[in-house]
């Protein structure tokens, strides 16, 4: 089997060259992070997990006329992608309070939010990720007026899409982050959502029992996170009901 060529290696992704022009490999890994990288653990089967349902959610916008990066699963763990150029941003779209908001602004945590709430972020890891204003991402040239408005616009449709399909299995969107890159077609450039969409990016809570079914899991100490994943993939029928957490396979003597 010919070595691959690797293109680059993020906390919870690895991505490959394509085995065609303009294309890439992205692998999913059972890594799990939080607060910046200061707290790390590998989860058996969360690479999977995460493979899965962000094929769900991405062929789903496709399907709606939302574009997206993705092409096609390979295997378990790894998806055909479009390359693009990725925005330095994490575009935030926040329906609940929770997480930073609740402690930047004195919310308390479950508090409906009057409407959708966009947030930008710069992708620093060095720096945390700050959040941004639109005159910081103009000043430095991170983004256009248009790339602004065409951003908010794409994440509001996935809010609306990740809603939607979240409410028919009874979990609430709390609220969700992607990453938004750049594809030209000779001149004409557009953005499509790129990165993953999974419980990695995402908040999910019951509906009923408000029970958190995301890495909030993980960063809070609540309990098992594959078992929190592989319940959002069983409602959603990426996985059958009858499914276990998937784990690593063990040899025999």
């Not at 022009?21 to 200061?38: H, I, M, R, S, W």
């Amino acid at each position: 089997m010919a070595r691959r060529n690797k293109i680059y290696e993020g906390k919870a992704k690895i991505l490959y060259e394509g085995p065609e022009p303009g294309t890439l490999v992205q692998y999913f890994k059972d890594d799990a992070t939080a607060f910046n990288a200061e707290k790390h653990d590998v989860i058996d089967g969360k690479g999977v997990l995460n493979n899965r349902l962000s094929e769900y959610f991405m062929s789903g916008l496709n399907n709606i006329g939302v574009p997206t990066h993705f092409i096609r699963r390979l295997n378990m763990r790894e998806q055909l992608i479009r390359a693009v150029e990725i925005i330095p941003l994490e575009v935030v779209v926040r329906n609940v309070a929770a997480g930073s908001i609740s402690k930047r602004l004195g919310i308390e945590e479950g508090t409906a939010l009057p409407r959708p709430i966009v947030e930008f972020y710069f992708k620093d890891d060095k720096l945390g990720d700050p959040l941004v204003s639109e005159e910081h991402i103009l000043a430095f040239g991170w983004a256009t007026h248009q790339d602004l408005d065409d951003m908010v616009a794409l994440a509001l449709r996935v809010n609306d899409f990740m809603s939607g399909v979240m409410l028919g299995v009874g979990i609430k969107l709390v609220d969700f982050k992607i990453e938004i890159g750049r594809v030209y077609d000779g001149d004409f450039q557009r953005l499509i959502v790129a990165d993953e969409i999974s419980p990695d990016s995402c908040r999910l809570w019951d509906m009923k029992t408000g029970k958190k079914l995301d890495k909030d899991v993980f960063r809070r100490d609540l309990g098992n996170l594959s078992d929190a994943y592989t319940e959002v993939a069983r409602r959603l029928g990426v996985m059958p009901n009858a499914a276990t957490p998937m784990t690593k396979p063990k040899l025999m003597n």
